[in-house]
Structure formats: C-alpha cells, structure tokens
T-cell receptor, first 113, second 118 residues
Framework: DGGITQSPKYLFRKEGQNVTLSCEQNLNHDAMYWYRQDPGQGLRLIYYSQIVNDFQKGDIAEGYSVSREKKESFPLTVTSAQKNPTAFYLC????????????FGDGTRLSIL | AQKITQTQPGMFVQEKEAVTLDCTYDTSDQSYGLFWYKQPSSGEMIFLIYQGSYDEQNATEGRYSLNFQKARKSANLVISASQLGDSAMYFCAMSANAGGTSYGKLTFGQGTILTVHP
C-alpha cells in the first residue's frame, strides 16, 4: 500500500545530542513537509521541500536541519541547538499543488532524557 | 500571511446528532484552499474534506460537509449522525494560492476536541 512511514515511533534524546527522525514515502509525491505539534496545539511547519536537493525553512526552523537527497526520503535532524525538542513530529507529503491534501505519517514522539 | 482561527477548544455532542465545528480564516490571496483533518488520540492526521475558494458548491464527503461562507471567511465543518468513533481533535487548515506556487504549504488552526457521548 502507498503511504508515509515515520520511524521511530518513540525517541529519547540526551542533552547535547543530535537525533534524526526518518520519513519515507512511496506515493511518488514531489513535496514533503515536517511539522511539530505541542500538546493540545496545532501543527507548526518546520521545513518543507518541493523537489529533490531543495528545501525551505518553515515558521520554526531554528534548531532543526533536513536533507532531500532522494524523492522518497526527507529526514529531520533535531540538533542540540533546539532547547525544547519535546514534541510530536509529523511528516507529510503531497503533490505540491495547493488544492491537494497532504498525507501524513503516524508521527514520532520525541522526549528528553 | 494566512491565519486560521478555531474558537471552540472543546465540543460535546450526543451520538446520532449533528455537530458544527467552527473555522474562520484570514488571507489576502484570492485563490486558496480549505481543509479539515481529524486527529484521533493515536496521533495520525486523517484528511476529511476540501473546499476551494472558487468552488460554488459546498463540499460534501459522506457524513462530512463544509459550510463555506466566503464573505464571512468561514469554513465550518458539519458532521451529521455523530458516531462514537468521531471523538477526536479536528483541525482546519488553509493553503494559499491553490494551484499556484505555494507548494501545498498548510497553515493550521489550534484545533477543536470533539467528544461524542453515547
């Protein structure tokens, strides 16, 4: 079945450590997105990419980095510069057209040890 | 800049009754799209319904319909015949410049928690 796979489901980070969240899609979508969701809140855009080897900062990019070396993959690294990384992270993909819905993965819950 | 406002933090409805979840938006774009997503407690985001700014008819998808009032900049979700499985967080979202170069970016509201009582 076509879809988006995020891994791991749960992740723990130590102080000063970088961690990478995986996102893979087999929907042949051009655009991919990373969102952060804090408890009881809406989704905020971290980074997005409309094509391989290109990506743009969203509203809250500080402390995060991404890469887009393959169409199917859009990993997110939470760096030690992100002082409050505890959140639920959602990856999404779409055709890139504004009238098409984004399809989401099941998310990764990141916590600080 | 786009903004989505959902003023109802929580809503309660009796099973089999209809419920309306409010959403107002603000944008200077003439072309935009409005989406509703459902997020159960497990966390995944489920796409429910879409309305384009130039669509003359209100969108419907099964038990979901979108009450689109362009002049009021509102896009309320109506769920008919509520079921226990409808209990979840519901998000309204907007894409600007639908079909253009927005690359499908979405701006989300804060969400409304819907609880369906038996």
């Amino acid at each position: 079945d076509g879809g988006i796979t995020q891994s791991p489901k749960y992740l723990f980070r130590k102080e000063g450590q970088n961690v990478t969240l995986s996102c893979e899609q087999n929907l042949n979508h051009d655009a991919m997105y990373w969102y952060r969701q804090d408890p009881g809140q809406g989704l905020r855009l971290i980074y997005y990419s409309q094509i391989v080897n290109d990506f743009q900062k969203g509203d809250i990019a500080e402390g995060y980095s991404v890469s887009r070396e393959k169409k199917e993959s859009f990993p997110l690294t939470v760096t030690s510069a992100q002082k409050n990384p505890t959140a639920f992270y959602l990856c999404a993909s779409s055709s890139g057209q504004g009238n098409q819905p984004q399809h989401f993965g099941d998310g990764t819950r990141l916590s600080i040890l | 800049a786009q903004k989505i406002t959902q003023t109802q933090p929580g809503m309660f409805v009796q099973e089999k009754e209809a419920v309306t979840l409010d959403c107002t938006y603000d944008t200077s774009d003439q072309s935009y799209g409005l989406f509703w997503y459902k997020q159960p407690s497990s966390g995944e985001m489920i796409f429910l319904i879409y309305q384009g700014s130039y669509d003359e008819q209100n969108a419907t998808e099964g038990r979901y319909s979108l009450n689109f009032q362009k002049a009021r900049k509102s896009a309320n979700l109506v769920i008919s015949a509520s079921q226990l499985g409808d209990s979840a967080m519901y998000f309204c979202a907007m894409s600007a410049n639908a079909g253009g170069t927005s690359y499908g970016k979405l701006t989300f509201g804060q969400g409304t928690i819907l609880t369906v009582h038996p």
